[in-house]
C-alpha cells in the first residue's frame, strides 16, 4: 500500500509557469532508450520474423470482465485463444482490461512459456481517473493549475497500477479551437501556452521519478498531430493548416510533453494536408525522431493504420501495414495488420529488416524502462488492488479538484452563495438526480455507484434536507409527459431554483461532434418556463466543451460552468454553491454568443477590417447577427469578492536583445470574501512580418487575496517569449513595438506598451 498525501505540490504556488519549458527528461531515463543496449540487441537477433510483429501488435483485453468495450468492432477472442497467441510470441500487449489476477495469469504465459520471455504491457484509456473519477480534462484545465493536474494524474496512476496497468493513453495534448469537436473535452482548450504547462504536469504525474516503480506508469502524448484542427470540429475529419500554424499552435505541447520524459506517442486519426498521420513521415520521422530526437514508441490509434485504406491513401492491408510501418508508426492498435503482413513485406524486400528491427527495439526498450523484464509482475500485488483503489486521500483530491475546477460566469445581485438554512430549494432538470453521467466522457473503469449526485450533495449540506424539493423536469434531448409542469409547481413553491442542466455524458468525447452547441430545446423550453415563474434562478451547467447559451439560459440569475466533475460531483458543487469555498476556476476555452461563430478562439488574428467601433457595422470583420466578442472570454471567471486591477505597469520602455523586462500591476480585493485570482500575462506584436494574433498568453500566477487586501504581482519577459514562428518554421522575435497586459482574462486589463530593440 501507498499513502496518496493530496497537499502534495509538483509546482510553487505563483511560480512564473515558463519555469516548466525547461527540459526535464531524467538522465537516467534518457539513458535506458538512447544508450546501444546489448540485452536488447541480443533479444532482437534472436526473433523470429514473426515474433517480431508479434511485439508490434497490441490488441483489445476481452478476456476479464471488468473490460468496457469503448472502441468498435473489437473482436472477441477466449482466454485460451488469447493465451495460445501470448505462447507463440504474436502479442506485446492488451488495453482496456484491469485486474491483477487475470494480468498475472497472463504475464505468466509470457514469461513462462513463450520462446523469449518478453513480458507483456498492458495499457488502458486512463484519462481523468479509474475508479474514482476527476473532473474531465478541459475541466481541470479550468483550474489553471499544473500542480492540480499534477496530482490528478498522479492519483489515476495509483489506482492504474494497482489493477495491473502499465500504460496510459493520455494525456491528450491537442489545441482545440473548434467546440463541435466532441474531443475538447479530452484536452487543455484552445491555449497553447496553457496546453504546455498542462502536458508537462500530467506527463510527470503520470510517470513519476522513477518509471520503474510499480506505482507509475507510462504516459501517451496523443494525438499526433493537429486532431483538434478537424474542418468543421467534425470527428476524424481532415486537417490543412499551414505547416507555420502546425509549429505555432499544435506541436508545441507534444515538445512540452516530450521533453518531461514522456516514452509514447499516438498518431492521430486525421490526413494532414492529405498525408493520414499514421503514415506521414514527416510527422513520425521527420519531426519526431529526426528533429526532437525522440527515442520512445510510437503507437496507432485504433485502427487507424488500417484506416489508410478508406482514406484512400493505401490499396489494400498489406499496403497499409508498409506505408504505417516506413513512416515511422511501431506499434499497430487493434487492426492486427502488422502480424499479417510485416514478416512477408520483409522477406519480399518491400520493407527493410532494419525498419522492423529498429521498431521492435523502440517497443522492447519502453518495456525495459518500465522494468518489466526485471519484474514482469510490476503492477500486481492484490494487496495494492485493495488498499489503493479508492483511498480516502483519492477521493478526497476528486472533491478538490472538482470545486477548483467550476468557474462562476454570472451573479447577478450576488445571489450565491446561498444560505444553508431558510430558504426553500427547487433542483430541477435532468442532471439533478442523476448519477450515470457523473464520470463524463472516457470513463472506461468508474465505480458509477458510489458517486455523489447532486441532490446528494446538497442534502449534506442544508440543514432541513426537506427543504430540497427535485423534478427532473425533461430528458436530456426529449420532453417529459407533464415533466415542465410538475418543474414549474416546484418552482412556485421555492425561494430559489437550481437548474441542473447540460449534456449527457454521450453527447461529448469521441464521434460526439455538434453543429450546434446550445442546450437542447426540451432544455432551453424548461428553463424558460421557471424563468417565468419569477424566482431566482441558478444554472448548473455539465458539459465537455464550451456552450453557446441562449434565450433563459443566458439570462439565468446565477450562472457555474461545472463541466463533468467526476465522482464528487454533488460535494464539490455544494463546496462552492454554499460558499464554504470561492469559486476559483477560469475558461480555458471561449464561450461564444452562438454556435455559427465556431471556430472561435481569443487569440486569433487581427484583420485588416476589424470592428473598432461597434456602431459601424458595414464592411466590417463580422457576422451579421452578433458582435465578434465572446459571451464569456478566455480566461474569465468571477469569484464571491470583486476584484480590481491597478495599470499594467512595465520596467523600462525598451527590452534590449539579450535583457529582460518587469511587468507588473496591482491586484487588490476589495469585496468582502477572500478570494483567488488568476492573473494573466498577455502580449500582442503590434508590427510584424506575419499577422500576429490580438493577444496571446505568455505566463499566470494563481494568487490568494483576503477581504481587503493588495498585492503586486510581477512577470518577466524576455526575447524568447516574444518570438514567433517565421516560414523557415524557425521561432525568431523581432525588433518593435509590443503592448502588454495583466488581466483577468483575455479582454480585460489595462494595456502598457514597450520596445524590443535590435
Known sequence: MTAFTPSRRFFLRGAVATAVFLPVVAPGLAKAVAAPDPFIEKLIASLSLEEKAGQLSLYADLTRPDFGNVNPAAVAQTKDEVKARIRRGEITGLFNGIGVAGARELQ????EESPHKIPLIFAADIIHGLRTTFP?????????????????ARAAAIEATAVGLHWTFAPMVDIARDQRWGRVVEGAGEDTYLGNVLAVARVKGFQGNDLKDGRNMLACLKHFAAYGAVQGGMEYNTVDIPETTLWETHLPPFKAGLDAGCLSVMSSFNDISGVPATANRHLLTEIL???WGFRGLVVSDYTSEEELILHGYAADGRDATKKAIMAGCDMSMQSGLYFKHLPSLVKDGEVPQAVLDEAVRRVLRVKKALGLFDNPYRSMDAKREKADVRSDGIVALSREAGRRSIVLLRNEGNLLPLAKTGKKIALIGPLGADRHNLPGPWSVFPDRAKGVTIEEGLR??????AAITVVKGVDFEAAIPGGIDAAVAAAKASDIVVLAMGEAENMSGEAQARTDISLPAPQLALIEAVKATGKPTVLLLRH????????GAREADAILATWFLGSETGNAIADILFGDYAPSGRLPVSFPQAS?????????????????????????ARYREVTNEALYPFGYGLTYSTIEYGPTMVSAPELGWDATLTISAEIVNTGPRDADEVVQLYIH???ASLVQPIRQLK??????????????????????????VHPDLKPAAEPGAFNVWLAPSAVGGTPAEFTLKA
Open 108 to 111: 505468466k504465459v509470457a514469461v
Open 596 to 620: 455559427g461563430q465556431q471556430p472561435y478562439y481569443y487569440n486569433h488574428r487581427i484583420t485588416g477590417r476589424p470592428q473598432i467601433d461597434p456602431k459601424v457595422k458595414e464592411y466590417k
Open 136 to 152: 474531465v480534462p478541459l475541466g481541470e484545465a479550468a483550474a489553471w493549475d499544473a500542480d492540480l493536474a499534477y496530482r490528478t
Open 460 to 465: 449534506a449540506v442544508v440543514k432541513d434536507p
Open 699 to 724: 505566463g499566470f500566477k494563481r494568487i490568494s487575496l483576503k477581504a481587503g487586501e493588495r498585492k503586486r504581482v510581477e512577470f518577466t519577459l524576455s526575447r524568447a517569449d516574444l518570438a514567433f
Open 544 to 551: 465537455g466543451r464550451a456552450l453557446a447559451l441562449t434565450g
Open 685 to 687: 506584436d503590434k508590427v
Open 289 to 291: 525522431r529526426e528533429q
